[in-house]
């Protein structure tokens, strides 16, 4: 109960800011969770990892 609380929080919270960062330690998910959150709040993605690789 509590943790659909703090999703429910950060998802208000989110309403109210620009852009996401996600951080963490290599093959935890970020880009894939990225990819859902940027879809669910109809944000622009970018994957840094990609976009460096890139240039």
Do not use: H
């Not at 998802?11 to 879809?39: C, D, H, Q």
């Amino acid at each position: 109960m509590l943790f659909i609380s703090l999703i429910g929080s950060f998802f208000n919270m989110i309403e109210a800011e620009k852009n996401i960062i996600l951080i963490g330690m290599p093959g935890v998910g970020k880009s894939t969770v990225g990819v859902l959150l940027a879809k669910r709040l109809s944000f622009c993605y970018l994957d840094t990892d990609i976009y460096i690789k890139g240039t």
